[in-house]
């Protein structure tokens, strides 16, 4: 009789942090996530990307979903069947939608062009009663061809 031994499913890790919503808390979100990856043993490009990609939404989050007294939400998920990190920045504002670029005569925007450029998929999901979770996906397998970041 052939006994077949059970395999695991690699885990999905999961990390969720509320951090404040001040500059010095959009730092420590960074420095959470490469912590988190380097612990995980996360491939360095992607470690590299998404400590971009949080610094950027850390930002965002801070400088234009802040509400006086409240919190962002950094979250993580590293599934690695699926060969994808999923990062996630949760604020109090949802009547506030991020827009790729910024109108005209007005400093910033840049800063979701580099999310999209870095992220193989990036979006905006409600946050019920009224925030909102600005999200991005990275593969964590090798790109076959260089992404080109904007005005690089």
């Given at each position: 009789?052939?006994?077949?031994?059970?395999?695991?499913?690699?885990?999905?890790?999961?990390?969720?942090?509320?951090?404040?919503?001040?500059?010095?808390?959009?730092?420590?979100?960074?420095?959470?996530?490469?912590?988190?990856?380097?612990?995980?043993?996360?491939?360095?490009?992607?470690?590299?990307?998404?400590?971009?990609?949080?610094?950027?939404?850390?930002?965002?989050?801070?400088?234009?979903?802040?509400?006086?007294?409240?919190d962002f939400r950094l979250g993580l998920a590293l599934d690695e069947r699926a060969g994808t990190l999923r990062v996630e920045v949760t604020d109090a504002r949802g009547d506030r939608r991020?827009?790729?670029?910024?109108?005209?005569?007005?400093?910033?925007?840049?800063?979701?062009?580099?999310?999209?450029?870095?992220?193989?998929?990036?979006?905006?999901?409600?946050?019920?009663?009224?925030?909102?979770?600005?999200?991005?996906?990275?593969?964590?397998?090798?790109?076959?061809?260089?992404?080109?970041?904007?005005?690089?």
């Amino acid at each position: 009789m052939d006994r077949q031994t059970p395999q695991l499913l690699p885990p999905v890790r999961m990390f969720s942090q509320q951090i404040s919503a001040t500059r010095r808390g959009a730092r420590l979100a960074r420095l959470l996530t490469l912590t988190e990856l380097h612990f995980w043993g996360a491939p360095p490009d992607v470690t590299e990307r998404a400590e971009q990609v949080v610094a950027e939404l850390a930002a965002n989050a801070v400088l234009h979903g802040g509400v006086p007294g409240r919190d962002f939400r950094l979250g993580l998920a590293l599934d690695e069947r699926a060969g994808t990190l999923r990062v996630e920045v949760t604020d109090a504002r949802g009547d506030r939608r991020p827009a790729v670029t910024s109108p005209a005569g007005t400093d910033g925007g840049r800063g979701l062009s580099l999310v999209a450029a870095l992220a193989d998929g990036w979006g905006v999901t409600p946050y019920p009663p009224v925030g909102k979770t600005v999200w991005a996906l990275l593969a964590t397998e090798p790109r076959a061809t260089p992404r080109r970041v904007p005005g690089i």
